[in-house]
């Protein structure tokens, strides 16, 4: 065991694949780490947080464990919510994709668990990578429109429905309305500074599960209309990235349709680009006279 910078133990469950811990900003939600072997509470800075988000299967411990040994090569932790299903009423599945529910406020619940991972290992996480597979791609953009300060990078893989950097189009097809549903504007020069890495398989082109009908808050014509894919829609809210300025790279993976963990190779190239930029701002900034 090792000690906190509280002063207190951590326990053997609290390193390396830890164990599942609630929130104690919302104890309905939980979340699991991986904590590199060499932890040390007294670098503070030295350890990047990168965050994944289920999809709607809800995987948080395997999601984790894929991310093992990028976290070791790269020394970073990494964070896995999880959101249940059932929060508000019995089956309801996707409030989370949406960040924002009647009963819970998804973004803040996961700012928190960054700010408890912070206080219990000593550590300090001014802006995290996000990414996110199917509805954790849905959670993952819609969080960029809403606290881009937070961020370093993105990596949105495979949503089903895409939220538009669209001031004309009503929350959630676009970001008309972001203020009152999050109580800040949309910030479009701050989302355009946060790359964004956009993945999906060239086979993924199902759409039973990801039809939008007129009349939906979230149906955009021509975009979201049934029958349109994935692809269509992650192509959709590139090009819109795009017009707002930010730097967007896509990854169709051929031979993979909607397979999250068949889809993670593009994610570590675009997280280990950004830290190695990172790395190398550092040591320039480091040697300037």
């Not at 203020?179 to 999906?200: C, H, I, M, S, T």
């Not at 068949?262 to 480091?286: S, Y």
Request: hydrophobic share 40%; aromatic share 10%; with cysteine.
């Amino acid at each position: 065991m090792k000690p906190t910078t509280h002063g207190e133990r951590l326990s053997f469950y609290q390193f390396g694949a830890t164990t599942m811990f609630a929130s104690r900003f919302d104890q309905r939600f939980s979340y699991c780490l991986y904590v590199p072997e060499s932890y040390d509470e007294h670098d503070p800075g030295a350890y990047p947080l990168v965050v994944a988000i289920h999809g709607t299967g809800r995987d948080a411990p395997r999601l984790r464990n894929e991310f093992i040994a990028i976290a070791e090569a790269e020394q970073c932790v990494v964070l896995v919510p999880l959101f249940p299903a059932g929060i508000g009423s019995p089956g309801e599945l996707n409030a989370y994709k949406y960040l924002v529910a009647e009963d819970a406020r998804y973004d803040l619940v996961l700012l928190d668990m960054v700010a408890e991972v912070e206080e219990t290992y000593g550590l300090r996480f001014e802006t995290f990578f996000l990414t996110g597979f199917s509805g954790g791609g849905h959670f993952t953009h819609r969080f960029l429109y809403a606290h881009p300060e937070r961020l370093f990078g993105v990596s949105i893989v495979s949503p089903g429905v895409v939220t538009l950097c669209d001031p004309e189009l009503p929350w959630p097809a676009g970001v008309a309305g972001l203020e009152e549903a999050f109580g800040r504007a949309f910030d479009a020069q701050a989302v355009a500074r946060v790359p964004a890495n956009l993945v999906v398989g060239d086979e993924d082109t199902e759409t039973w599960e990801i039809s939008v009908a007129p009349g939906s808050p979230a149906y955009i014509p021509e975009v979201n209309a049934a029958g349109v894919t994935r692809i269509v829609r992650l192509e959709a809210l590139a090009d819109s990235l795009r017009r707002n300025g930010g730097a967007v790279t896509v990854d169709l993976v051929p031979g993979v349709s909607h397979e999250g963990y068949h889809l993670l190779k593009p994610t570590f190239r675009a997280l280990r680009r950004l830290l190695a930029e990172a790395r190398g701002a550092e040591q320039e900034t480091r040697v300037q006279p």
